[in-house]
């Protein structure tokens, strides 16, 4: 059958095919006005309108509303005013859905991406690094070929394909992929993970049990660090997250804290000067607060004062230079009271066992008593010299 024939089958009038004809270039000109006009009032726009998020988002996304989807609407808006057999009519819902589907997957596509940079940007302190862009990358994907797989199983479906046991083969052949390649997915999630929670950035300085340092990259799979002793650190994502991670670039504040001991032969007029007089020098410090000088114990060893002060700012230099301040002013002050921090001298005594053919041991005598020695840091021994 020729398609002229086919044509004059379907018994179709010339009145009625113009009238569809007529149908399909009105219908194109007015979407295509009508969107062409919606996107001109959106660019339109100035000032603070101009930059709602909304705005953007439609802005965008109109502008991949296709021109093909829009003739392939005209034509099956023209097609449906025809008086088409039964066949005609199953075939052109098919059309339909593929059309206006194919066109929402495009607009879905673009506004995921719009819309998920925006929110990346705005919630990522406007930073762009490797890290973000990646991370962020592989989340929109995942997104956009989800829109794209729904509307393809829905496609099938409307073209009458049971995609039951096609879902569940996919399904299958997922879980073994997952199976064989489960550490990598895990440093991918791990990866992903740290980019949405952001428990630290590139350039962050950290700290981990087994070692410290100034994050360099992170990676799909692996996090780069450039560890303090100047070697580079390559650590699996999922392994590092595992970790207890203490992130220094977030400091705001550092908490100082230490003691100081002195002998405890010290005065106790001499011990209660040291609070105020400690207290003052650490005062004293630019970009200090001040928190307590306390005695806190005493044995018969020394005497422990407990020190605590704040910086207001945690930059590691300006700590090791204020501590050592207040160290070297410490150690003049207590050189003016004239307080020692030495330990106190402890002493020991030697015990000598006489031998037995010794005429001058005396009778029932078992040792002679040794001088006494004054020895810092000393124990007491009752005997460590004995006679053969």
Request: net charge positive.
């Amino acid at each position: 059958m020729t398609i002229r024939g086919y044509f004059t089958s379907l018994d179709i009038s010339w009145t009625n095919l113009a009238f569809a004809v007529g149908a399909a270039v009105v219908s194109f000109t007015l979407i295509h006005g009508a969107v062409m006009l919606f996107r001109r009032r959106l660019d339109a726009l100035d000032g603070a309108r101009a930059h709602r998020p909304l705005v953007d988002v439609l802005r965008q996304t109109l502008a991949r509303t296709s021109k093909l989807a829009i003739l392939a609407t005209s034509i099956l808006i023209g097609v449906s005013v025809l008086n088409l057999p039964p066949p005609w009519d199953a075939r052109v819902g098919h059309l339909w859905f593929l059309t206006l589907g194919a066109q929402i997957a495009l607009w879905l596509h673009r506004a995921i991406d719009v819309s998920a940079r925006r929110y990346f940007q705005t919630h990522g302190k406007g930073r762009e690094d490797d890290q973000v862009s990646v991370a962020h990358t592989l989340v929109i994907w995942a997104m956009q070929w989800s829109v794209w797989t729904i509307f393809l199983l829905a496609m099938l479906s409307n073209l009458g394909i049971n995609v039951t046991t096609f879902v569940a083969s996919l399904g299958i052949g997922g879980v073994a992929v997952a199976l064989a390649v489960q550490n990598i997915l895990g440093d991918l999630f791990a990866s992903l993970s740290i980019a949405l929670d952001k428990p630290f950035e590139v350039g962050d300085s950290i700290s981990v049990p087994e070692f410290s340092g100034s994050i360099e990259h992170v990676g799909l799979k692996t996090t780069r660090i450039r560890a303090l002793s100047g070697e580079q650190i390559v650590i699996a994502n999922a392994e590092l997250l595992r970790k207890v991670v203490h992130n220094f670039k977030r400091q705001s504040t550092r908490r100082v804290q230490y003691t100081l001991r002195v002998n405890p032969s010290t005065a106790p007029e001499l011990a209660a000067k040291v609070p105020e007089r400690l207290g003052a020098i650490i005062q004293a410090k630019e970009q200090v607060k001040f928190d307590h000088v306390n005695l806190t114990t005493m044995t018969q060893d020394f005497i422990e004062y407990d020190i605590v002060y704040n910086l207001q700012d945690a930059n590691y230099g300006l700590f090791l230079s204020t501590q050592q301040a207040v160290l070297l002013e410490t150690m003049e002050m207590l050189r003016d009271l004239g307080i020692s921090t030495a330990p106190r001298a402890q002493e020991f005594t030697l015990h000598e066992q006489p031998g037995k053919g010794d005429a001058r041991a005396p009778a029932g005598a078992e040792g002679v008593n040794a001088p006494t020695y004054g020895i810092p840091g000393g124990t007491r021994a009752p005997s460590l010299i004995r006679g053969a």
